[in-house]
């Protein structure tokens, strides 16, 4: 299974893009509190559009209490890893695989990642930038993850108009 897990994250339109990336893809997200916003806000619910209700969410008090809860492997995302996202085999469909993002103001602090550097990950980037938007972050590893499965029992196809739609005159 894949999880997402979200360290903090401080706006809300990021973690309603998030949960709509989840709904889409069945993937579980954890956030780690605290957090910077109400769940219920209303730029949450813009974001996610009306998907919010298919999201499998858990909110954690902190990153230890999510540790304790949650066994497999953790991947840490952060703008200081050394070796790119695409490095990593997410072809083993049977591990609980997590995805750890940082907050966007400072990500992931590094107590935490200098214990994981072996699980320290970064999307190339140009030098133009830091880093992604979080949200853009989170679809693009989680897609490369269910790229690696074969998109595990996602549609290939839109399920509202069906597999045939543009070959119907």
């Known amino acids: 299974m894949i999880n ?3 360290y ?21 997200l954890h956030l780690i509190e605290p957090l910077g916003f109400i769940l219920d806000e209303k730029k949450i619910k813009r974001s996610g559009v009306n ?6 969410y858990k909110t954690y008090l902190d990153f ?16 200081y890893g050394t070796r790119p996202h695409s490095d990593i085999d997410f072809s083993n469909k049977k591990e609980n695989i997590y995805l750890i993002f940082g907050k966007e103001s400072t990500g992931i602090p ?24 979080l949200s853009n972050c989170v679809a693009l590893v ?28």
């Open 142 to 169: 989680t897609y490369e993850a269910l790229r690696q499965q074969n998109y595990n029992d996602l549609l290939k196809f839109d399920p509202f108009k069906g597999e045939d739609y543009l070959k119907k005159e």
């Open 64 to 79: 230890e209490e999510f540790k304790s809860q949650n066994k497999g492997k953790y991947y840490y995302f952060t703008r």
């Open 8 to 28: 903090e994250p401080e706006i809300p339109e990021n973690t309603g893009n998030i949960m709509r990336t989840c709904a889409a893809t069945n993937s579980k």
């Open 110 to 133: 590094k107590e935490i990642l200098r214990d994981n550097l072996d699980n320290c990950y970064r999307i190339p980037t140009s030098s133009n930038v830091r880093a992604l938007n």
């Open 4 to 6: 997402i897990v979200l």
């Open 51 to 56: 998907y919010i209700d298919k999201v499998d």
